[in-house]
């Protein structure tokens, strides 16, 4: 946690930023890993922080004047995963594969998670996204899936302002 901290206080000037730290530490809480079966590694938070990124994404794209605030998020989200994949010895080489894969596999839960938020049901796109493709046990995607639909839901009674200074609903 200490580089994440270190990250977020050298970028805290951009936009953005507060939100994007918000977002983090919510893909980080423990019940998403202990409750709802996520796998606590590398992928695994990758995929949580990304699943909770992508319900504020949705929310932010809903607002007339979200589309720039939107950008700077993804952005601050693709300057997080180069400097995670730096910290962990990815080299300069390869490191912008690397994250243009991550932006596709984001792109894709965009998708993946609007699609589900429609049809009503999420968990397709959770287990496909989420847990890759292991089916978890019935609980721990019900939890998963309420919690994210809850806090999608939830998003929806913040402003836009009070989504980029990180204020983000319980």
Known sequence: MGLLERLLRRNADLPAAELYK?????????HWYLDGGVTDSIDGRFDMIAAVLVMVLLRVETDPA????????????????????????????????????????????LGAYRSGIESGDLGPALVRNLYRGHTPADAALAHVRDRLMAFRAALDTVTLDALLAGCLPQ
Request: proline share 4%; net charge neutral; aromatic share 2%.
């Open 66 to 109: 979200g589309a720039a605030p939107g950008a700077a998020l993804a952005e601050r989200f693709v300057d997080d995963m180069d400097g995670q994949l730096r910290e962990i010895g990815i080299g300069d080489v390869v490191v912008g594969k690397h994250v243009s894969k991550m932006m596709g596999m984001l792109g894709g839960r």
């Open 22 to 30: 918000a977002v983090v530490e919510r893909g980080r809480a423990p």
